[in-house]
């Protein structure tokens, strides 16, 4: 009966989302995985000092790295240690999951864009997705229907 009172608990757990990406890109098919983070970049993260905007995935050595993300050091971080706020961090994923990216990316020329950084049972996860950039032709046709879903919601909705 107790567990039946125990209280949901409800955090965002959304760390930082990478806006533009689905702007400049044609996003198929997303993957999920871990960051293997320093203490101090944990401690940024809680409170939510992140950033993905010009962030990237490559491939090297039949492993994944997160390139050009930010985190930024807190104040209290310590004095004798210097923070490297734009490090190349390592990607946790499975060996079938690594194999079917690099297919991807070496043979289809994709690239492998951040999406999202999140918290899952504790754990910072990322959000990486395979994509195609879109061409200028492409962006605007994007623009142009996102104008035209927004004045058709303005013409539907009752006065």
Known sequence: MA???KKEKTVNS???LN???KFDYTL??????????????VKSL???KAQLRD???IIKDAEAFLLGALISPLATVSTHFVPEDQRTRKL???RHELNKLIGAVERKGKALIPLAMYWKKGRAKLEIALAEGKKLHDKRDTEKQ???NREKERIMKPH
């Open 3 to 5: 567990k039946a009172n």
């Open 14 to 16: 959304t760390i930082c």
């Open 19 to 21: 806006k533009k990406a």
């Open 28 to 41: 198929e098919e997303r993957f999920e995985a871990g960051i293997a983070l320093q203490g101090w970049e």
């Open 46 to 48: 809680r409170s939510g």
């Open 55 to 57: 962030a990237y995935v």
């Open 92 to 94: 946790l994923l499975h």
């Open 146 to 148: 996102r104008d035209w």
